[in-house]
C-alpha cells in the first residue's frame, strides 16, 4: 500500500523558517509529480510548489522566492524550504504524488498524506 508520510510543521515565529520533508513508500517504482498544497481554516485547498521527476518546478505567486521545493527521487521523497514565514502562511500542509506507478503495475493518480501543521505567530 503506497502512503505518504510528513514531518518538520510546527509552530515559528514571523519571519521564521521550517523545512517539512515527506517520504513515500509501499513497492513504488516511479512518481511523475511530488508537491506540497495547504488549506487555511476556512479556505480551500491550494497548490503551494510542485516538482516533476525531471526537476521542472512551479510555485504559487504568494511563495516565490521564500519557498524552495526540492525533491530526492532516489529516496521518493520531496522536501520545502520554507523562509521568510508570513502569518497568512498558517495551514495544514499536504504532500500529495501524482502519477505513482507501483511494482505491481498500477498506477494511482493521486497519494496524499495526513498533513502536517505550519503556524507562524509571535
Known amino acids: 500500500q503506497v502512503q505518504l508520510v510528513e514531518s518538520g510543521g510546527g509552530l515559528v515565529q514571523p519571519g521564521g523558517s521550517l523545512r517539512l520533508s515527506c517520504a513515500a513508500s509501499?513497492?513504488?517504482?516511479?512518481?511523475?509529480?511530488m508537491g506540497w498544497y495547504r488549506q487555511a481554516p476556512g479556505k480551500e485547498r491550494e497548490l503551494v510548489a510542485v516538482?516533476?521527476?525531471?526537476?521542472?518546478?512551479n510555485y504559487a505567486d504568494s511563495v516565490k522566492g521564500r519557498f524552495t521545493i526540492s525533491r530526492d527521487n532516489a529516496k521518493n521523497a520531496v522536501y520545502l524550504q520554507m523562509n521568510s514565514l508570513k502569518p497568512e502562511d498558517t495551514a495544514v500542509y499536504f504532500c500529495?504524488?501524482?502519477?505513482?506507478?507501483?511494482?505491481?503495475?498500477?498506477?494511482?493518480?493521486?497519494?496524499w498524506g495526513q498533513g502536517t501543521q505550519v503556524t507562524v505567530s509571535s
Open positions: 516538482v516533476t521527476s525531471g526537476g521542472m518546478t
Open positions: 500529495d504524488a501524482g502519477g505513482v506507478r507501483t511494482y505491481s503495475n498500477f498506477v494511482l493518480d493521486d497519494v
Open positions: 509501499g513497492g513504488i517504482f516511479s512518481i511523475n509529480t
